[in-house]
């Protein structure tokens, strides 16, 4: 280990975060593999290894023998200020040698607040942090996850992005890269190649004009640069890779245990739902696969805790299957298993006895949406029947704690909705005292509020974000109707969902404010404690941007997008139609009840797409 960073790390708060070492970790020979790769992550080291793509991207990366990859995460900011003191840079967890003497760097952007940290980070490697900056082939700067599906805000420092899901394209570009490295190819022919890789997106091969009132009048490929950019998805997740014996963190993380995927995509369809529309299709893990999976990595890692993840847990459709195979390994082992993202309408208070009889937790709902009009108009498909007589049951079974997540803000919400959230609550308190069978516990009733974002690919991405104001006046309201004592309200601010919003929908000239924000002190803005608006208010106005054009303005059907070429499957006619639905208060079933046509079969799934 570097001197200079044996003498910093007493002084710096979790320096486990910094030294690698982990169980499972891999090194190799950096004289027998011809890629260093690095996989980062723009937030700290306990968010970081929560993260299961991270995982298996780092499992899948170095099974390739010509490839090493290695970790790099952002520090927290008394590290970042030791190593800058000490000049060191931003360093590989597993050989502490400099990022910036890698070939690739791989950055997962899964939240826009993460942007700034990215730019801090490649500044920490000592890389140039815009792509037209690097003109050589290394170090090659890219990025995959969520927010790729509109990478359009941080196109100027990114070479390329993967679209979808990493696990065959990935190998396939890093093995285009060793291919380039090896033959002394130019970054430009590097990237003319890559482009055409299924899934790569590669912003420079793209020129977008504009129109007199700021809106997209073009985005026009150069020759040979494909029209659209279709995501890539796994067809076959039973069979792909997952990181059983993988790397077992040294500190605590955020999440700390195991966590199983039951299927990617989600039959549902709520309109909100940026993720419900670019994971689809559904694909799940047959039972055998996920109770050996879950068996293997408890042995190996020694976790006491499993989770079953989706984006709806209750919708996996052998639930009690999974979790029987999996109690039979956990029960003698007493090892918690938990299910997050349960649904009311398929509430089974029978699997929840059964999985927590090692330890109890709360129950989580999300109803989003406090009356049931709103309810229809976002396509939540939730009764209020559904919740209560769920809750009763729950309630009669001994638990007393229930957390409910709302959004405020969706389009077409007044304040009787508002109040509607309120409403609920107060009938919740009222089924636990009618049907609680220990009443001497007292319940716990958390009500949570967000302020609703737009997001690409969704069918609500038209739509204006209310303003800040507006916001906080409904969260003001609804607090003065939770008149319990019983009933805890949490409220996210509204500040930073704001600039989510700018960010969500954002387009190129998005760059220097980024930029802008991060040279005035930006970095880990999702962190309460790091946001600052006023930086942002400052960087807006220091570059003649106006944020309110990308937060709070209705889009027509016509406008093109700045993320119009990127293709999810989903057809963008059948989102406006679902937008359409929604002003109608009407309907869609999920996809396994009726195939809605939605066009994500032309990704090659076959009809029974949706499971």
Not at 204 to 225: F, K, R
Not at 374 to 381: C, G, Q, V, Y
């Amino acid at each position: 280990m570097n001197e200079k960073l044996q003498r910093i790390l007493p002084r710096v708060q979790k320096p486990a975060r910094y030294v690698g070492g982990e169980y499972g970790q891999m090194t190799k020979d950096p004289a027998n593999v011809r890629v260093r790769l690095g996989l980062c992550f723009p937030d700290t080291y306990e968010i970081a290894m929560s993260n299961l793509g991270i995982h298996i991207l780092y499992g899948i990366f170095n099974g390739m023998d010509s490839v090493w990859c290695e970790r790099i995460f952002a520090p927290g900011a008394d590290m970042e200020a030791e190593l800058r003191e000490a000049g060191i840079s931003l360093y590989g967890l597993e050989s502490g040698q400099s990022a910036g003497e890698f070939d690739i760097l791989g950055f997962s952007l899964g939240y826009e607040m993460s942007y700034t940290t990215v730019l801090n980070m490649l500044d920490l490697m000592g890389v140039p942090i815009r792509a037209s900056e690097r003109e050589g082939l290394s170090p090659l700067v890219i990025a995959g996850g969520t927010s790729c599906y509109n990478p359009e805000p941080v196109a100027d420092f990114f070479d390329l992005f993967v679209l979808g899901e990493g696990e065959e394209v990935g190998p396939e570009l890093v093995a285009l890269y060793d291919k380039a490295k090896l033959a002394g190819w130019s970054k430009s022919e590097f990237l003319q190649a890559a482009a055409q890789i299924a899934g790569v997106y590669v912003p420079s091969l793209y020129h977008v004009g504009y129109n007199a009132d700021g809106t997209i009048a073009a985005i026009t490929p150069e020759p040979g640069a494909p029209e659209r950019v279709s995501k890539r998805i796994v067809q076959d997740i039973d069979n792909a890779y997952f990181p059983a014996e993988g790397l077992v963190p040294s500190t605590e993380i955020v999440h700390d245990r195991v966590a199983l995927e039951l299927f990617r995509g989600c039959i549902r369809g709520c309109r909100f739902c940026q993720a419900g529309y670019i994971y689809r299709p559904v694909r799940e893990k047959s039972r055998d696969t996920l109770v050996e999976q879950g068996k293997r990595a408890l042995a190996y890692s020694g976790y006491q805790e499993a989770t079953l993840l989706s984006l709806s847990t209750s919708d996996y459709r052998d639930l009690s299957g999974v979790c029987d195979g999996l109690l039979e390994f956990c029960e003698p082992r007493k090892i918690g298993l938990s299910l997050p993202s349960l649904r009311a309408d398929n509430f089974s208070i029978d699997l929840m006895r059964r999985v927590q009889k090692v330890r109890k937790s709360s129950l989580t709902f999300a109803p989003e949406a406090g009356s049931q009009r709103l309810r229809d108009t976002i396509n939540k498909n939730v009764t209020e029947e559904a919740l209560l007589n769920s809750l009763q049951v729950a309630f009669s079974g001994g638990w007393s704690a229930v957390k409910l997540y709302f959004m405020l803000g969706l389009p077409t919400e007044t304040d009787e909705d508002v109040v509607a959230i309120a409403e609920l609550a107060h009938k919740i308190l009222r089924a636990w005292k009618q049907h609680a069978t220990n009443k001497n516990r007292g319940v716990r009733l958390t009500v949570s509020t967000s302020c609703f974002v737009p997001k690409a690919h969704s069918a609500f991405q038209w739509e204006a974000q209310v303003s800040m104001e507006e916001y906080s006046r409904r969260v003001a309201l609804l607090k003065e109707s939770l008149t319990s004592r019983a009933i805890t309200y949490n409220w996210h601010e509204p500040e930073t969902s704001f600039i989510e919003a700018v960010l969500s929908r954002g387009d190129r000239r998005l760059g220097p404010v980024i930029e802008h924000v991060w040279q005035n002190g930006g970095r880990l803005e999702g962190w309460s404690e790091h946001f600052n608006l006023d930086r942002w208010t400052a960087a807006f106005a220091a570059t003649g941007i106006d944020p309110h054009c990308y937060a709070n303005r209705e889009r027509g059907e016509d406008e093109i997008l700045p993320w119009a070429i990127l293709d999810t499957g989903v057809d963008q006619s059948y989102l406006w139609q679902e937008r359409q639905a929604a002003y109608a208060h009407r309907l869609t079933p999920d996809c396994r009840d009726t195939c809605t046509a939605c066009g994500v079969t032309r990704l090659g799934m076959g009809v029974d797409c949706c499971g």
